[in-house]
């Protein structure tokens, strides 16, 4: 890690109370136990850093919405899952790597029972996603890549699984990352796209969205883009603030 001054983390819902980034990692171990995969699917929660009014993005990427506690919060909950799942845009335009790089975080999922780094799963359906790309370099990452297309990334170094979507959405390869990979945590990193599917498929148990204090106007990339048949209710469970941004964990009502 870096020599950097860790964030301050403030709970202000339910309770207040002062946290650590390492405080924040453990519970976020202990409440694993809490939160029973389907026997069907992964229990799978939605990450997403947005402006004050609602955009994913400063420059076409999320970097500038994203302070240090932001980033903390993003690395702890990549650190406690067993699959991470993106879209083929946010891949190419975030220059997508490794999930877990820090050997203390590697270490510590080993000992609570994980393995070193969680599977990165890409949705990419006309396979867009870039063979380029520093996670496909990688030897040691598991990547599964899910996609309509028949082809494969030409290059790629790391060991990549093809999941060939179907047309039924994205069920299949939740269903697929319990049963055949033995998944039961994931975490989705968006893009607004993919953040959208999920929803609307009902597959997403808790949804985190991080503000910044941070007006960006246009252009309009929000949270969630496309249609979800019916608004979706959700429960305010945890509020964390630093530094003027604040972290909010939300329930989605099945
Ligand atoms: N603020 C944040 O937290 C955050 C997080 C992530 C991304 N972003 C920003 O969001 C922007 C990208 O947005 P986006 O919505 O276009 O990103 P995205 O969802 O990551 O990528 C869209 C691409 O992913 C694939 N995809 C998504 N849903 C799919 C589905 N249901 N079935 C099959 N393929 C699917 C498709 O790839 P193919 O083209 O291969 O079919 C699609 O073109 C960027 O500016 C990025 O920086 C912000």
């Given at each position: 890690m870096s020599g950097a001054v860790p964030p301050r983390l403030r709970r202000i819902f339910p309770e207040p109370a002062e946290l650590t980034v390492e405080s924040f990692l453990e519970e976020l171990l202990a409440r694993r136990a809490d939160r029973a995969p389907r026997e069907d699917r992964p229990w799978l929660a939605l990450n997403m850093v947005a402006s004050a009014d609602g955009r994913v993005a400063l420059d076409g990427r999320s970097e500038g919405l994203s302070g240090s506690a932001d980033r903390a919060l993003f690395h702890a909950l990549r650190a406690t899952t067993d699959a991470v799942l993106f879209g083929a845009k946010t891949a190419n335009l975030e220059r997508y790597g490794r999930m877990v790089k820090?050997?203390?975080?590697?270490?510590?999922?080993?000992?609570?029972g994980l393995a070193p780094e969680p599977l990165a799963v890409c949705v990419s359906g006309e396979l867009s996603v870039s063979a380029e790309l520093p996670l496909f370099a990688e030897l040691e990452a598991r990547v599964v890549v899910a996609t309509r297309a028949l082809g494969r990334l030409e290059g790629a170094r790391a060991e990549v699984d093809y999941l060939r979507l179907g047309d039924a959405?994205?069920?299949?390869?939740?269903?697929?990352?319990?049963?055949?990979?033995?998944?039961?945590?994931?975490?989705?990193?968006?893009?607004?796209?993919?953040?959208?599917?999920?929803?609307?498929?009902g597959l997403v148990d808790e949804f985190y969205l991080t503000i910044a204090p941070l007006l960006v106007g246009s252009p309009p990339f929000p949270v969630v883009q496309g249609p979800l048949a019916q608004p979706i209710r959700l429960e305010l469970l945890d509020s964390i603030e630093s530094a003027g941004t604040v972290f909010q964990r939300y329930g989605v009502a099945s």
């Open positions: 820090d050997p203390d975080r590697r270490a510590l999922r080993e000992r609570a959405g994205l069920e299949t390869l939740v269903r697929a990352l319990r049963s055949d990979h033995g998944v039961e945590h994931a975490l989705c990193e968006g893009g607004p796209r993919l953040s959208a599917t999920l929803l609307a498929e």
